[in-house]
């Protein structure tokens, strides 16, 4: 009874979840979550056969059909897919067509050879199905590690946008995919335990929690998303390495924004990022950035957070603030959350918030 509640439970929410961000009725992340939807549809349709048992009383096994079987093997590479929609701007799947279906085609080879021939493939199937499910699970992670870089050169709040929650799944997925098919070699004409089904309904919940609270991680506007993607291209060509401006340029322009800084204390927005600053200053986001990492030998993120971490400490050391929350100090501060604030804080200080407060206290 527990293993059928289990099984009826990870359908149901994988298919609600997918529905949800295939429509995506809040227009976030459209792409990400339209292939994020996708995967999810093809995970639901290995608990089918399960499903199907308990409703109609008839056993079925939809990955028996080749057809089906060889779109399962793509439930990865969908991952991976919406990994890079999530991570970078303007994104087109079809620049990787040729790697994503390298496998995909080995397999349905098998697959066929299989099916032609009498002997057992399965232990080749299977550890194409492993291969594959490690290889774009690996390189998923690597393009948010990437990504959670990039962001710091045009975002000063990157808490809501690091996709950490894509991480957790992953490691994950990668104990899943060891269990499940360590499982299918040694069991595989066996069923699941009730564990497993445990651990993948949490996953399921996880995944729900956090795909529906994901903010846009770029700019809506097609103009700004471009200037990101060239901001990102430039980062890994090592832009402050190359020339764009005249020393004697930077020199004023740091000299212009070191003035805005502590006129107009521009950092107390929290969703400050490159491009706004640059309008501010009227140059390009280009030559604002090579700004920062040549002349402060920082980036985005670094540069605005250490006025907001300055800006901390100077409340948190007035007596007038004692009323005020370590919350209150954060917002006002500019940061979006007490959680960036703490991380952000303890990393530029090495103390906390609460420490450094109660050692000025004592002072």
């Known amino acids: ?3 059928q509640l289990l099984e009826i439970l990870i359908f149901s929410f994988l298919l609600l979840l997918s529905f949800i961000l295939i429509s995506n009725p809040m227009r976030v992340n459209v792409k990400a979550n339209r292939w994020f939807g996708g995967l999810l549809l093809l995970w639901a349709s290995y608990w089918f056969d399960e499903v199907y048992l308990l409703i109609a009383q008839t056993d079925i096994q939809i990955s028996n059909y080749l057809v089906v079987a060889w779109i399962q093997f793509f439930t990865p590479i969908l991952f991976f897919i919406s990994v890079c929609h999530f991570t970078v701007p303007a994104y087109n799947f079809r620049n990787d067509i040729v790697r994503l279906l390298i496998l995909p085609v080995a397999y349905l080879t ?9 002997t057992d493939l399965l232990a080749l199937r299977l550890a194409l199905v492993l291969i594959n499910a490690l290889t774009f699970t690996v390189l998923s992670l690597l393009r948010i590690r990437k990504h959670q870089k990039n962001i710091q050169q045009f975002a000063s709040s990157t808490h ?3 996709l950490n ?6 490691v994950a997925m990668i104990v899943l995919i060891v269990g499940i098919g360590i499982f299918n070699i040694a069991f595989f004409e066996l069923p699941l335990n009730a564990l497993m089904n445990v651990v993948v309904l949490l ?7 956090n795909a529906l609270k994901q903010k846009n991680i770029f700019p809506q506007n097609a103009t700004e998303v471009k200037i990101v993607a060239d901001i990102n291209r430039e980062e890994i060509k090592e832009e402050s390495k190359r020339q764009i401006l005249p020393d004697q340029k930077v020199s004023e322009i740091k000299m212009r924004l070191d003035e805005l800084m502590k006129n107009e204390a521009p950092y107390l927005d929290s969703e400050l990022n490159l491009i706004k600053l640059a309008q501010l200053l009227d140059i390009t986001s280009h030559q604002l950035s090579y700004v920062i990492n ?6 985005f993120f670094q540069f605005i957070n250490r006025y907001r971490v300055e800006k901390a400490k100077d409340m948190l050391a007035d007596s007038k603030n004692e009323k005020l929350s370590i919350l209150g100090v954060a917002f006002e501060s500019g940061f979006s959350s007490k959680t960036s604030f703490n991380t952000t804080f303890k990393k530029m200080t090495n103390q906390t918030p609460s420490e ?3 050692k000025c206290s004592t002072l």
């Open 110 to 118: 098998v697959i066929i050879i299989d099916r032609m021939i009498s």
């Open 160 to 162: 809501e946008i690091n």
């Open 294 to 299: 040549k002349g402060y030998n920082e980036n």
């Open 356 to 358: 450094f407060k109660k």
């Open 1 to 3: 009874m527990l293993m």
């Open 165 to 170: 929650w894509l991480e957790y799944i992953i």
């Open 203 to 209: 996953v399921v919940l996880f995944i729900t929690f």
